[in-house]
């Protein structure tokens, strides 16, 4: 398992952007961004494969932008465009296992990284 650090989260208003970033201890095939907000289910933002696929919730599409540092072994998920019901805690994981095109049964978290979209 790699450990994972994530910074950047803040609180703007809506419209606004946040740029998070995750530092990992190592290589992992796959490495995403979930989020969860009080009183809702877990949710995978987006994603960032080995082979260099990139997934998106539906809700994020066109907004958000997951990226990649190899050399570093950061992620970032540059956040534009911010709506208030993207208010949540953000967490950086890890897995090894994709299939059918996404990334499965992460096993690796950071603390999270607290994220608050005013009106």
């Known amino acids: 398992q790699v450990q994972l650090l994530e910074s950047g989260g803040g609180s703007v208003q809506a419209g606004g952007s946040l740029r998070l970033s995750c530092a990992a201890s190592?290589?992992?095939?796959?490495l995403a961004w979930l989020r969860r907000a009080p009183g809702k289910e877990r949710e995978e933002v987006a994603a960032?494969?080995?082979?260099?696929?990139?997934i998106y919730a539906d809700s994020v599409k066109g907004r958000f932008t997951i990226s990649k540092d190899n050399a570093k072994n950061t992620l970032y998920l540059q956040m534009n465009n911010l709506k208030p019901d993207d208010t949540a805690m953000y967490y950086c994981?890890?897995?090894?296992?994709?299939?059918?095109?996404?990334?499965?049964?992460?096993?690796?978290w950071g603390q999270g990284t607290q994220v608050t979209v005013s009106s």
């Open positions: 994981a890890a897995t090894t296992i994709f299939t059918y095109g996404y990334c499965r049964n992460y096993n690796s």
């Open positions: 190592g290589y992992t095939y796959c």
């Open positions: 960032s494969a080995g082979d260099g696929r990139t």
